[in-house]
């Protein structure tokens, strides 16, 4: 999940129209598709960092996706105005965490230091692999470090913006 700012955070992105009376398809950056709408109010951004909240009159699952229609959108040409828009939160919606537990909004932008003191990059993105959440680290080159606690990432500082991980450059 890409980081907006220290206020806002994405958890989706709205897609094309879907039928003819104002429904949206949304992609999801929750780890439930549906869990999106556990979320309210959603704020939605524009090109000029703004943020507008936007309610929701209905929403449903719909062919393997989830599909919504918000407030005051009957036509698809109304809902086309809210394509490509990224779906927002605040970041106090977001439930708090046990100590040493990030979102992955937290950790995007983080320096990556090795245990030699050698800078690798700033985070780009989180890789969900099933097995475990993998790191890309973009720095001279990308590269991908898993995210393995104790082992891999030996320290998270969010107030210093760093992560010291036991990984040598390649």
Request: aromatic share 10%; hydrophobic share 35%.
């Given at each position: 999940m890409p980081k907006t700012n220290s206020t806002y955070i994405i958890i989706g992105k709205i897609g094309a129209p879907f039928g003819i009376k104002g429904w949206l398809k949304i992609q999801t950056f929750t780890e439930y598709g549906a869990d999106i709408l556990e979320y309210s109010p959603w704020y939605l951004s524009s090109t000029?960092?703004?943020y507008q909240e936007i309610t929701i009159?209905?929403?449903?699952?719909?062919?393997?996706?989830?599909?919504?229609?918000?407030?005051?959108?009957?036509?698809?040409?109304?809902?086309?105005?809210?394509?490509?828009?990224?779906i927002n939160i605040t970041r106090s919606q977001l439930p708090e965490l046990a100590k040493n537990e990030y979102y992955w909004s937290d950790l995007?932008?983080?320096?990556?230091?090795?245990?030699?003191?050698?800078?690798?990059?700033?985070?780009?993105?989180?890789?969900?692999?099933g097995s475990n959440d993998v790191l890309v680290v973009k720095g001279?080159?990308?590269i991908a470090i898993p995210y393995l606690p104790g082992s891999v990432v030996l320290n998270i500082d969010i107030d210093k913006q760093e992560m010291q991980v036991n990984w040598e450059e390649i």
């Amino acid at each position: 999940m890409p980081k907006t700012n220290s206020t806002y955070i994405i958890i989706g992105k709205i897609g094309a129209p879907f039928g003819i009376k104002g429904w949206l398809k949304i992609q999801t950056f929750t780890e439930y598709g549906a869990d999106i709408l556990e979320y309210s109010p959603w704020y939605l951004s524009s090109t000029d960092d703004k943020y507008q909240e936007i309610t929701i009159e209905d929403a449903k699952e719909h062919g393997g996706g989830l599909i919504v229609k918000f407030t005051g959108v009957e036509t698809p040409e109304e809902a086309r105005l809210y394509t490509s828009k990224t779906i927002n939160i605040t970041r106090s919606q977001l439930p708090e965490l046990a100590k040493n537990e990030y979102y992955w909004s937290d950790l995007v932008g983080l320096t990556v230091i090795n245990q030699r003191g050698e800078t690798l990059g700033k985070i780009i993105y989180l890789i969900e692999t099933g097995s475990n959440d993998v790191l890309v680290v973009k720095g001279e080159k990308e590269i991908a470090i898993p995210y393995l606690p104790g082992s891999v990432v030996l320290n998270i500082d969010i107030d210093k913006q760093e992560m010291q991980v036991n990984w040598e450059e390649i």
